[in-house]
Nanobody, 123 residues
Framework: VQLQASGGGLAQAGGSLRLSCAASGRTFSGYSMGWFRQAPGKEREFVAVITWSLGTTAYTDSVKGRFTISRDYAKNTVHLQMNSLKPEDTAVYYC?????????????????WGQGTQVTVSS
């Protein structure tokens, strides 16, 4: 399984960015796909997750109502639409995958990781 994250960059507070995670190497039925982030000096934290087959989702409280995770079957891609960005959203964002059809929120539960993409939000 290979995961390639893209779409990071610089945004102003209140702005938007869309992250993408292109997945390859197998079919992802029965997988959960997650986004995590890690700010300097902090531990990696859960952001959002989607089950590939059913499309059920979960979010950490700090991004609810602002971020939306989705998947594109045809392109084997997971997106994270980030709106109303705040400076505290600044971090390296990672996509991850685990062969588990239920919503997984612990980083330790994931087997495959993308390389990370930097998101910087200025105030």
């Amino acid at each position: 399984v290979q995961l390639q994250a893209s779409g990071g960059g610089l945004a102003q507070a209140g702005g938007s960015l869309r992250l993408s995670c292109a997945a390859s190497g197998r079919t992802f039925s029965g997988y959960s796909m997650g986004w995590f982030r890690q700010a300097p000096g902090k531990e990696r934290e859960f952001v959002a997750v989607i089950t590939w087959s059913l499309g059920t989702t979960a979010y950490t409280d700090s991004v609810k109502g602002r971020f939306t995770i989705s998947r594109d079957y045809a392109k084997n891609t997971v997106h994270l639409q980030m709106n109303s960005l705040k400076p505290e959203d600044t971090a390296v964002y990672y996509c991850a995958a685990v062969h588990n059809p239920t919503l997984r929120v612990g980083a330790y539960e994931y087997d495959y990781w993308g390389q990370g993409t930097q998101v910087t939000v200025s105030s």
